[in-house]
């Protein structure tokens, strides 16, 4: 099992950042691992993925299931793909100046792998890495937009 777990600070207020993890068509532009998303969402506190893209260099396909959670972020697991299961989600907390944004993942793989559990570590740390860098220019992107709208609407 590989844990990761990593933060960065975004200059938006936690109900941007949000908004922006809400919208789960999102995750084709900040998650490296996955090039195209379907989303649905069965009610307002879940919802699901079916995902492809690349893992470690490989083609991959997958379904996902996420719950809101409390602080404005989510918990995700896979239900179906190709590892023995992987677990995650994003934590928001309001700091000064911003959000301070949490990502965690947790991934089980095959016995057979584990020989290149060192490699692949360091591959899913940068792969998260960029991964929040992007979510943070996309919340930050959003919150300067409904800014901009206000702006607008008040004129």
Do not use: C
């Not at 908004?19 to 789960?24: E, K």
């Not at 995750?27 to 079916?50: F, L």
């Not at 995650?88 to 965690?104: C, I, K, P, Q, W």
């Amino acid at each position: 099992m590989i844990t990761l777990s990593r933060k960065i600070l975004i200059s938006a207020p936690k109900e941007s950042v949000r908004l922006y993890l809400r919208d789960l068509e999102n995750m084709a532009h900040y998650e490296p691992k996955v090039n195209h998303v379907q989303v649905s969402y069965p009610d307002a506190e879940s919802g699901a993925a079916e995902v492809s893209g690349k893992f470690i260099g490989l083609p991959w396909k997958g379904a996902i299931k996420l719950e809101f959670t409390k602080d404005g972020g989510f918990r995700s697991e896979m239900v179906r793909g190709p590892l023995k299961k992987m677990v995650g989600g994003f934590h928001l907390r309001s700091v000064a100046g911003g959000t301070e944004l949490t990502r965690d993942e947790q991934y089980h793989f095959s016995p057979l792998v584990l020989p290149l559990v060192y490699v692949m570590r360091r591959w899913l740390m940068r792969s998260m890495e960029r991964e929040l860098h992007f979510v943070k220019e996309g919340a930050e992107r959003l919150h300067r937009q409904l800014q901009l709208r206000q702006i607008d609407s008040s004129l």
